[in-house]
């Protein structure tokens, strides 16, 4: 990450670690590690912005 300290609060996007390809192979992991269909409404900035609202997404699309 080029000496940038990540939290699970650190915005991705706004760092540059989370650019629009790698938002894409990050989205195809997640499908399928933890076996979850993600929607276009799930596939906003805001939804991927940190580690925390991630989890959150996954943890809610897991209960679905």
């Not at 590690?33 to 940190?50: A, C, G, P, R, W």
Request: aromatic share 6%.
């Amino acid at each position: 990450t080029d000496g940038i300290e990540i939290s699970d609060d650190t915005d991705l996007f706004q760092t540059g670690i989370i650019h629009s390809l790698f938002a894409v192979q990050l989205i195809i992991f997640i499908e399928k590690v933890f076996s979850i269909e993600l929607e276009e409404e799930d596939l906003t900035q805001e939804h991927m912005k940190t580690i925390n609202s991630i989890a959150d997404l996954i943890e809610q699309k897991k209960k679905e």
